[in-house]
């Protein structure tokens, strides 16, 4: 083999391990078996062309169920976990780029991007269906189109980053986040935009948005073809999995695009009063220590003022880009998984390790070059060992057990009730696998009984809760017991 040759594989050999190696552990730790809470939904919804929970998420739906049916491998929960995979890596090869992009060298960015990839967080998210993963990768590449605008100039790089920015925000929307980092970036760039350019850009953007129309379209075409077993049922605002809200109504769309039922409005407000900023850095410091450690803390603060003394201008730009998004994080009360709201904080973290020795000033000091590369690997070898966990995967796990425990107890035909963090699993299993043939699965936190005894004069109607929560179910008699967490009840009429 020439010389030239070998040069060139070398020179690509660090991008491509930085998307195959975080897609390959992905891949193998996805665990083939339904989740619950989110999980199922995200998992199901796609590959039924479904309606999740607010906001919708429809270019997760849609990708999804082109995955889900093209790439047929195993089952439809690991088809969408695998997906989740995919989309985190392809977000590990845009942090190497951005890392490139800004001076770093090729094993620095490489060894940074796979430590980024094994942080518990970021792998927690990619071995598991989660639309946030999808916007973090459009977000990532936007962020990298945006700053080769801002060094070369071209136009397609700015119009690309908008488009992507919208695609994000078709998502997830807390992609919107993304918008002061752009908008910061337009107006500080060395070289300005043309008003075409903007326009154009912010077209293409709102281009992406107009996939939330998919929402009261698809909920049309559900309603009009019966494809939602919860039709009939009084006081059901569209079925989990195939039509949340209802959003063919307007009062329906209202509420999956803005999530009002959660208070969802009011905690986006609060995260504009200026006195959060302090918590958003305070939680961009304490996550970074958490994933990273004390020391990388350290030497990731030193290359921001690095970045910042190279060129102020790139690095205002990724660092807005990548933690404004802290600002709703701190305030929001209804998410009990923050870190999927973080993960473009964490990401920032391999281009702000690259920005300590960039390339030139590296290629004048060898050995705090080495060191660097052998400190970010070492940290990326521990972190891949510290989570080995996701390797392993026991029988039935995640919502499998609750779906075989159901089918063992519950006959069918029947409506069966439960809080949101089995029903979806639940609903995985009678609409998507068909484990749970002829089961109407209905997600309700308030058990509202005479409601559901009014469901009961015409079909069997089961109520499945924590027996630790409730004392009594005044009009429903004690069914069986599943588990000490799992009591079953069927509501008389």
């Known amino acids: 083999m020439n010389r030239p040759r070998l040069a060139a594989q070398l020179t690509a050999l660090p991008p491509f391990a930085a998307f195959a190696i975080p897609a390959a552990a992905y891949i193998a730790s996805a665990s083939i078996e339904p989740g619950s809470w989110d999980t199922a939904e995200l998992q199901g919804v796609p590959y039924m062309l479904g309606i999740a929970h607010p906001t919708g998420f429809p270019l997760y739906t849609l990708v999804g169920y082109v995955?889900?049916?093209?790439?047929?491998?195993?089952?439809?929960?690991?088809?969408?976990?695998?997906?989740?995979?995919?989309?985190?890596?392809?977000?590990?090869?845009?942090?190497?780029?951005?890392?490139?992009?800004?001076?770093?060298?090729?094993?620095?960015?490489?060894?940074?991007?796979?430590?980024?990839?094994?942080?518990?967080?970021?792998?927690?998210?990619?071995?598991?269906?989660?639309?946030?993963?999808?916007?973090?990768?459009?977000?990532?590449?936007?962020?990298?189109?945006?700053?080769?605008?801002?060094?070369?100039?071209?136009?397609?790089?700015?119009?690309?980053?908008?488009?992507?920015?919208?695609?994000?925000?078709?998502?997830?929307?807390?992609?919107?986040?993304?918008?002061?980092?752009?908008?910061?970036?337009?107006?500080?760039?060395?070289?300005?935009?043309?008003?075409?350019?903007?326009?154009?850009?912010?077209?293409?953007?709102?281009?992406?948005?107009?996939?939330?129309?998919?929402?009261?379209?698809?909920?049309?075409?559900?309603?009009?073809?019966?494809?939602?077993?919860?039709?009939?049922?009084?006081?059901?605002?569209?079925?989990?999995f195939w039509n949340y809200n209802d959003p063919r109504t307007l009062h329906g769309l209202v509420l999956e695009l803005t999530g009002s039922q959660f208070h969802t409005p009011g905690y986006f407000a609060q995260a504009f009063n200026p006195l959060r900023i302090g918590d958003a850095l305070w939680a961009f410091v304490t996550g970074t220590q958490a994933q990273y450690g004390t020391f990388a803390t350290f030497l990731l603060l030193a290359g921001v003022a690095a970045a910042w003394r190279r060129n102020w201008r790139t690095t205002l730009v990724l660092c807005i880009s990548c933690t404004a998004a802290l600002l709703f994080s701190i305030v929001y009360p209804n998410e009990s998984d923050v870190g999927r709201y973080r993960l473009l904080a964490s990401w920032l973290a391999v281009p702000l390790f690259g920005a300590v020795l960039p390339e030139p000033e590296a290629s004048a000091m060898p050995m705090l070059r080495y060191a660097l590369v052998l400190f970010l690997a070492i940290g990326a070898g521990t972190a891949f060992a510290n989570q080995r966990a996701f390797f392993h995967h026991a029988p039935g796990e995640g919502g499998r057990w609750v779906i075989d425990a159901v089918r063992l107890n519950v006959p069918a035909p029947s409506v069966v009730v439960t809080p949101w963090l089995d029903a979806t699993s639940l609903a995985y299993g009678a609409y998507v696998d068909g484990s749970l043939p002829g089961l109407t699965i209905v997600s309700d936190n308030e058990l509202r009984l005479a409601l559901y005894r009014r469901w009961a004069v015409h079909r069997r109607v089961f109520v499945l809760v924590n027996p630790h929560d409730v004392s009594s179910l005044t009009g429903a008699r004690d069914y069986t017991k599943l588990d000490d967490y799992h009591e079953l009840y069927l509501v008389m009429p």
């Open 67 to 240: 995955w889900s049916h093209v790439v047929a491998i195993g089952s439809v929960a690991f088809r969408m976990n695998a997906m989740s995979g995919i989309i985190i890596a392809i977000t590990a090869l845009a942090a190497y780029a951005v890392a490139r992009e800004i001076g770093a060298g090729r094993w620095v960015a490489l060894f940074a991007t796979l430590w980024f990839a094994f942080t518990q967080d970021v792998w927690a998210h990619a071995a598991r269906a989660e639309a946030q993963d999808l916007a973090v990768a459009c977000e990532a590449i936007a962020i990298y189109a945006f700053l080769r605008w801002m060094r070369s100039g071209e136009a397609g790089w700015f119009a690309g980053a908008f488009t992507l920015c919208g695609l994000a925000m078709a998502a997830h929307p807390n992609a919107l986040w993304l918008l002061p980092g752009l908008l910061i970036g337009t107006l500080v760039a060395a070289r300005k935009p043309s008003l075409r350019l903007a326009g154009v850009s912010v077209a293409l953007m709102l281009a992406g948005l107009a996939l939330y129309l998919y929402l009261p379209l698809r909920s049309a075409y559900v309603v009009a073809h019966g494809l939602d077993p919860t039709v009939g049922l009084q006081g059901v605002n569209g079925g989990i």
